[in-house]
């Protein structure tokens, strides 16, 4: 009986002592052994940035799918199951499909070190190029330069979401050597597509482009977006379009629309699918209402909310949401990682949050305890408290106030696991 994708998935991550070493000389080693899978990929979108890469990666997809298109996408991390990073052709990679993948491409790589997020992007590459498609949507794991996903040599554009400070231990301290790392993606000659940008961001990724005479096409320059009464205008040199609010909630998803629509134009697709991109996105655990499972079986008077944000920027985005949303009693429950900036997240949440309830991420080694995620909440100005799960929060929350608004963020991990146990 052949092993699981899961059992393979564990072999795999004892394959390198850290989670984490940012080099591409294990993929050109694994991928010259698989017989180079980057080579014989459908044309490929790359997008980077530090925050929206999922989302603006979602629209695209939406827009390409309702054009009739076949289209490859490879994200991360996964929520709920490995299976979601890898699309084939428009759906999830099947078990045995994945099984293969990741079975051939552990024992050709035999014992070698390679890291987990190395390996398993290998073997996506290799599934993607044995499925026809028309297209192929490569969002980037860390940074850009040297990420695993950097190995197409020369991609059909080039995306780069809003660059904030994030990951610093791996990208630099400063938002220039971040956007520079970002910025790695860029190919000679391949025309980039470019979100907001603080200067110093914006001033990195010029750099690069210029050296490499890679065009850019930059939000505020070359393309424009904005609401107009609950509606999505985008304009570009060729014209002006009126579209739906995106159906993904939160102000930041204009932009992150505006950079989605401005590769379809690019691409050449039609009027339908610019508002296929806005309308039928789907991207959990961003600002996803839960209706379902335990927890909203729970509360059946609250209103439940699950957001996988977790850095500054995400905080300030989450801010902007709640900003636009009716007045409600709002209540947050949030673990999140030691490796992020914990009160950075937390402050601008602290105007509309009535109380914080801490809790541990379950089973992640990294994860803060509740006291100590606690003690930041309060230092960002909250009302903090802690529990010993986000079940018990929210019991506490609705003893309280029955039909409170209840948000839990604060990491992608939490969120996976509350997406996992409430379907």
Known sequence: MSPSSDAILDRMMALHPKIIDLTLDRMWRLLDILGNPEEKLP??????????????????????????YR????????????????????????????????????????????????????????AFSRVPADY???????????????????????????????????????????????????????????????DAALEAIEGRASRLSAPLLAQGQHWHVWEERGRLIFQDEYGLFDLPRPVLPGAHQFDNAGAALMVLRRLGMNDAALEAAVTRAEWPARMQRMTRGPLAEMA???????????????????????????????HLICGMLRTKDVRGFMRPLARHAASLTAVEIPGETATLTAIETAEAAAEAGHDAHTAESVADALQAIIAQEPGARVLICGSLYLAGRILRENG
């Open 136 to 198: 192929c949507l490569l969002e980037v794991g860390l940074g850009g330069r040297l990420d695993a996903t950097n190995v197409v040599n020369k991609p059909e554009m080039t995306v780069i979401t809003p660059v904030s400070i994030d990951h610093q231990q791996y990208l630099g301290e400063t938002l220039g050597q971040i956007a520079f790392e970002k910025a790695g993606i860029l190919k000679p000659g391949v025309p980039c597509v470019v979100g907001p940008q603080p």
């Open 43 to 68: 044309p490929v979108i790359h997008v980077a940035g530090t925050n929206g890469k999922g989302s603006t990666v979602a629209m695209i997809r939406a827009g390409l799918e309702a054009a009739g």
């Open 300 to 330: 059946p008077r609250a209103e439940l909310w699950l957001d996988g944000g977790h850095n500054p920027a995400a905080g300030e985005a989450l801010a902007r949401v709640l900003d636009d949303m009716p007045k409600r009693p709002t």
């Open 71 to 126: 289209v490859h996408v490879y994200t991360s991390p996964h929520l709920a199951r490995f299976h979601e990073r890898i699309r084939l052709s428009g759906k999830l990679i099947s078990e045995p499909a994945l099984t293969h993948v990741l079975d051939e491409c552990y024992a050709l790589n035999g014992r070698d070190p390679i890291t987990y997020f190395e390996i398993t992007t290998a073997a996506a590459l290799l």
